[in-house]
Each structure stands twice: as C-alpha cells, then as structure tokens.
C-alpha cells in the first residue's frame, strides 16, 4: 500500500462524529485498509461489551461511570491481559486533552505477547476524521537525503555560473557582480581580480570570521572602488578624452616644428 494513501468514512463522521470516545471504533472500520484482517484484542473486549465509551457510561462492572482519562487507563489494563494484535490510544500531551475534542488522534499498532512485552508494528494518526499511516524511518531519510540532493544540485548550477578558466590563471571563482557581463569575462579583469585577492590572502590570511566588521567592511569597500575604477577606465568617455588630449599634443608639436623649419630655410636663401 502507498505511504501516502488514506481513509475517511464520511457516514460514520456524519452519525457519530470523532472523539476519544469512539476513535478505536472508527479505526477498526470493517472497510478500512490499515486495519490487520486478524481478529483483535479489541474486537475481543468489544464483544465482551468493554469499551473506552462503555466504560465512561457504566464503568467497571456496571459500577460508577469513570471520567474519560480514568476509562482509557482501564480500557488499557484490560488489554494487557490479552495476546495478539492489539490497537492503543496514545494519550494526549495535556490532561485536558482527555475531555477537549482533538483534531488529531494518534493510535499504535502492537504484538503483545506478556502483559508487559509488546512489538510495534505500525503507527497511524487520525486527523480531522482522515486515517494516515505515520511514515517510516527508511521514508523519512529518503525523503531528507532526496531534499539534500536537490539543494546541493542547485547549489552546484549556480556555482558553475561563477567558475572562469583563463590560461595564465587556471580556474578561478568569480562572484562578484556589477550588472555588467563585460567585466566578469575580460581577462584583464580577472587578472587583476586575481591579483588583488592574492594581494589581500598575503596581508591579511585571516579567516573571514576572525577580522572584525570595519575590517570587512573596508575590504568590500576597496574591492568596490577597484571595480569602479576598472569600469571608469573602460568608460567611453575617458577612452575618447584621452584621444583627444593625444591628438591636440600632436598638433601642438607640429605647429612648434614648423616655424623652425621655415627659419631654417630663410637663412639658406640669404646666404
């Protein structure tokens, strides 16, 4: 049976609703599939007209009626003197849960084979009139070790987002991002990325968490003006100013060099 398949019997919610009093009696339903098809230690007390409800009604004997936590212990110590299979209420976190509606109902399915030798077979929990099987421990590690796999594979894509090759360098990380794609490929860049952080690991080969927050803050703060001041390098403007101001040196050389030349030629007519 699939770990996640479940049972609820509508009619028998419909007609007498769900409470301590009567959950044994809802689990034990001939059409639920959780149920052992053996007969039960609590079908046997059933049949001798000992129940959790009966018991609260008329008690022991047909004695004082009992309050409801005192007839679940005697509905318990009336199924330590049986063998076989049996079906237990597990009891609630509080005392007053005993008499307050729950909307969740554990139940233990156990071997008995001495008043004080049990084996668990199974657990189940009844919430909100809906039966459950508890899941095992293979399917809780399953289920963990399957949630641990897909958060170390995503972990690894976006790491291999991050990893640059460059000849002269070898495989270097890459996790800073500035909006621009440009930076994060240009070898130049990431040359001299790789010389500042070989330039920080040799002044300062503290881990990260023994340098202390100004500390950290001034070395991402330097690392964000060295990116600034890659980019601004890079800046069009710059790169055209810098032509500019080239170019004008040019042409002042070239005025200054030519009344030179035609002085020297003056002179050679002269003579």
Not at 16 to 29: A, C, E, Q
Not at 55 to 68: A, D, E, R
Not at 83 to 109: A, D
């Amino acid at each position: 049976m699939s770990e996640t398949a479940s049972f609820v019997d509508p009619v028998f919610l419909a007609r007498f609703g769900l409470s301590r009093m009567n959950v044994l009696d809802y689990f034990l339903h001939p059409l639920n599939p959780f149920r052992t098809k053996l007969n039960t230690s609590n079908e046997v007390l059933a049949m001798q007209g000992t129940g959790i409800g009966t018991l609260m009604q008329f008690g022991v004997n047909h004695g004082m009626p009992l309050s409801p936590q005192s007839a679940e212990e005697e509905y318990n110590v009336a199924l330590t003197r049986l063998t076989g299979e049996q079906y237990e209420l597990m009891p609630p976190v509080t005392p007053e849960g005993y008499t307050q509606i729950s909307p969740l109902y554990t139940i233990r399915h156990v071997v008995r084979s001495n008043p004080t030798t049990t084996k668990v077979l199974g657990i189940y929990y009844v919430l909100e009139g809906v039966i459950y099987k508890s899941p095992s421990v293979r399917a809780l590690m399953k289920a963990n070790v399957a949630r641990t796999l897909e958060g170390l594979s995503d972990a690894c894509s976006a790491l291999s987002q991050c990893a640059r090759y460059q000849p002269s360098l070898g495989y270097i990380w890459v996790f800073e991002g500035n909006g621009d794609g440009d930076e994060e490929d240009d070898p130049v860049a990431l040359l001299q990325l790789a010389r500042r952080r070989k330039r920080r690991k040799v002044l300062d080969n503290r881990r990260p968490g023994e340098r202390t927050d100004a500390e950290e803050e001034g070395i991402r703060a330097s690392e964000a003006i060295d990116r600034i001041l890659v980019r601004l390098a890079k800046s069009p403007l710059v790169t055209s100013r810098d032509t500019t101001k080239a170019s004008s040196k040019q042409e002042t050389s070239a005025t200054d060099s030519k009344p030179a030349s035609i002085t020297a030629v003056k002179v050679e007519g002269a003579k």
